[in-house]
């Protein structure tokens, strides 16, 4: 059962999804004026710069746009009580993974099992030095 500290940071939490999804919906609007600012100029250098420009503008908006899917699933589809836990071990998100990324789903060791990769271990200087009196 979440304590009154847990409901303040979800409620922390979710402000900042709320804010965060408001300023990537004024970036959206933005690139959406911009796109449509390079298509009606007619003055363009090059085909190319007009085409590498208007790729970078879909490439962001895109970006932005699964963003916003994002932090829509995580206001929508979230279990305020299960806010902040990761998808694969439930055990609590790191906080400050989720003061950067407030709708991330997994802590850090799962993201990155799930990327494919394992945490680094710890540099052991001596078992380098080992490793080369044996070679």
Request: proline share 0%.
């Given at each position: 059962m979440p304590d009154c500290e847990d409901k303040i940071m979800n409620k922390n939490y979710f402000h900042r999804l709320r804010c965060r999804r408001t300023e990537v919906e004024k970036t959206l609007r933005h690139l959406e004026n911009e796109r449509r600012t390079v298509e009606s100029n007619t003055e363009w250098a090059n085909?190319?710069?007009?085409?590498s420009r208007m790729n970078l503008l879909?490439?962001?908006?895109d970006s932005f746009r699964n963003e916003i899917s994002r932090i829509n699933d995580a206001l929508k589809l979230r279990d305020p009580r299960r806010y902040g836990l990761c998808l694969s071990c439930h055990d609590p998100i790191e906080a400050g993974r989720l003061r950067i990324y407030a709708e991330t789903e997994?802590?850090?060791e799962c993201q990155q099992y799930a990327k494919g990769s394992q945490p680094a271990e710890p540099f052991d200087p001596m078992?380098?030095?080992?490793?080369?009196?044996?070679?």
């Open positions: 085909r190319a710069a007009f085409e879909y490439r962001l908006t997994f802590c850090f078992a380098l030095h080992s490793l080369r009196q044996t070679a």
